[in-house]
């Protein structure tokens, strides 16, 4: 006789509780699975009382799990993975030599995409799906086989391959400033600046950067405020003030002279980047083709 009925909990609501606990938040959840705040509470307190227990205690409009709560996350994290993972494998039976690499959206733009022909030269066989994302790895629910994101960025149980390096120094337009020397960073404040905020913060700012070249600037920088890196980097493209470019990301677009560096100090970044594997992977063949790429590609720019 099939007990499944009886003793599993609805169904419906355990995709909004791994998305509570992973996040230990209803509203990020609830923004998470595009429904309301009021849907994703809903669906718990069924499953608590489908339990007979609290799985999240409710404090000061914030949500904590309890150690009860804790222990269905994670097995039901693994559980939903795997069923996601399975599904992943069936939908791309005919393409077995697929290999999806997930990158931040900057890097895929302004790095990846000019070099991927090099890989494809190289190992024609495989195909490359390339899925792109502003959030940490943490927050990306799609199957991936290999990653490549800011070190320091929320990775969970993924597997770190290896860490390169990079490079923070200021960029602007050609036409917005024409540098016949380079300026000494003291001038650099009286200069509009652009800046890429986010919250926690994951990316140097000019206030941190100035500093560790001796200037402490007085009060709040002005200039633009962006929450894009790319759409920062585009509009000192376009000559609306001077911006912190990352060297891989920056390179190219110094290199065709759409950008130039208003003054010569640069600060080193030792790990800037970081290649993970997926934890739900397998070591494939294809994978372990990329992985060396990349790290080719990465190593022969350091």
Known sequence: MNTLGKSLPPLASLLPFEAAARLESFSRAAEELHITQAAVSRQIRGLEESLGLKLFSRRNRAVFLTQEGRELGRVVSTALRSISDVA???RQTPGKHRVVLL???CEAFYWLMPRLSSFHQQHPEIEIQVATSTRPLTEFNAHFDV???STGRASGAHVLVFTATDEVFPVCSPHYLNVR????VSELARHTLLHHRTTPPQWMQWESWLKAFGQIPEGDLQGTVFDSYPLMLQAAVEGHGIALGWRRTAARLIDRGA?????AQSFPLPEAISVFRSSQGGDRVEVRALIEWLEGELESED
């Open 259 to 263: 950008l130039v560096r208003p003054c």
């Open 147 to 149: 990653a490549l994101q």
């Open 103 to 105: 990158c931040q959206l």
């Open 181 to 184: 020397a380079p300026m000494h």
């Open 88 to 90: 992943d494998t069936l």
